[in-house]
């Protein structure tokens, strides 16, 4: 049986390993970063994630996982809070990740660190990069560049407010932009935000004078983060990112792409790492079958393009002052639609990779 490359040892790249050696096949992943690294990810498990999890053999609760059955959106004083359709978890990527490579290994994949693959990397079979792209095979990406740029901090709260958190995640609303905060693994908070480039040039792109704005604008994000430890020594950054991209198939494609090299959806829907554990079962079904790759990269397109669609027009309400206004009063006069927003944007249960 010949060799199988996956180049990214990320969710996707490590999930398709796990599954791929379980079949017996001699996988080898590529992977960057020599050790665990924190990642720019609202690193939120909804129900399918830990489906996937759980078929490669993880269970994220072992993991510490904190358990997330509520969703809170807030904007000024304004405050909508409704359940979610499902038992959500928070967990970290420096937590996920390196747990899916051992697992990887566990399986009998070979895991190799820094190593970074390249378009002619032999037996290259698996795309798995995430937003980094290889020369030669990058991703034809829509519109113009991205306007929000977006940071990752953690933080120790104080006793008071990790209660107030625990078990919701919430995403605050504020001028040019949006945060997502709740708590993962070891109690430590995780807040998440996307800034319009315009807002953050009126603060010299000041982290510092960036955070007490958003402070000053909300009175929620200001108790919150009233008495916290940062947890890290500088916010991790990212800019460009291609909300709505979707790989068009071709007939001459031989890689499987997975993940955000295949779809990013808005991190207003929180379902990013579904998706790609999503891919990743789906392409190794696909391929197991014999299928080629446009195949897989059609079946993939027809799961995810609803989803990703509707989470796109929640995130352009969300961005700004008139949509968030919309948002939060129809909210207000009906939140179940929260409920039902939670559903529509995340892949149907009966597209899941069952077998």
């Known amino acids: 049986m010949s060799r199988i490359v996956i180049a990214g040892g990320g969710i996707a790249g490590a999930s398709a390993a796990c599954l791929l050696a379980r079949d017996g096949c001699e996988v080898v992943v590529l992977e960057r970063s020599l050790g665990p ?7 939120f498990l ?10 490669v053999g993880l269970d994220p609760r072992a993991l510490g996982g904190h358990p997330i059955t509520n969703v809170r959106l807030v904007r000024g004083d304004m405050v909508v809070e409704n359940a979610l359709p499902f038992r959500g978890l928070g967990l970290s ?6 747990a899916l490579l051992r697992q990887a290994e566990r399986s009998g994949a070979t895991v190799m660190r820094g190593v970074t693959a390249s378009e002619n990397t032999p037996e290259l079979r698996f795309l798995a990069t995430g937003k ?3 020369r030669g095979l990058k991703r034809d990406l829509p519109g113009g560049p991205e306007e929000l740029v977006g940071f990752k901090m953690y933080y120790r709260l104080a006793p008071s407010e990790r209660v107030k958190l625990s078990g919701a995640v919430e995403v605050i609303l504020f001028r040019a932009g949006y945060a997502g905060l709740q708590l993962v693994e070891a109690g430590r908070a995780n807040l998440c935000l996307l800034v319009h480039r315009n807002r953050l040039a009126e603060l010299c792109g ?15 994000l200001r108790h919150r983060l009233a008495g916290a430890e940062p947890l890290l ?37 929180g379902d990013g790492m579904s998706m790609a554990l999503h891919s990743a079962a789906l392409a190794v079904r696909i391929s197991r079958e014999g299928g080629a790759p446009p195949r897989y990269h059609e079946r993939l397109r027809r799961d ?29 006069l009906w939140p ?4 039902m927003a939670a559903d529509a944007t995340r892949v149907a249960d009966t597209a899941w990779v069952i077998d």
Request: proline share 5%; charged share 25%; aromatic share 10%.
């Open 132 to 134: 980094h792209d290889l």
């Open 304 to 332: 995810v393009a609803g989803p990703i669609r509707r989470a796109m027009g929640l995130y352009r309400l969300g961005r700004f002052g008139p949509g968030q206004m919309f948002l939060m009063h129809l909210l207000r």
């Open 46 to 55: 909804s129900t399918e994630a830990q489906h996937y999890l759980t078929r």
């Open 206 to 220: 000041n982290w510092d004078a960036l955070l007490a704005a958003l402070c000053d604008e909300s009175a929620h």
């Open 93 to 98: 990527r420096r937590v996920l990740d390196e």
């Open 336 to 339: 179940a639609l929260m409920r």
């Open 233 to 269: 020594d500088r916010p991790l950054t990212i800019a460009r990112v291609p909300y709505g991209f979707m790989y068009r198939p071709a007939a001459a494609d031989t890689l499987f792409r997975l993940g955000d090299q295949a779809c990013v959806i808005p991190s207003f829907s």
């Open 37 to 43: 690294t924190d990642k720019i990810c609202g690193e």
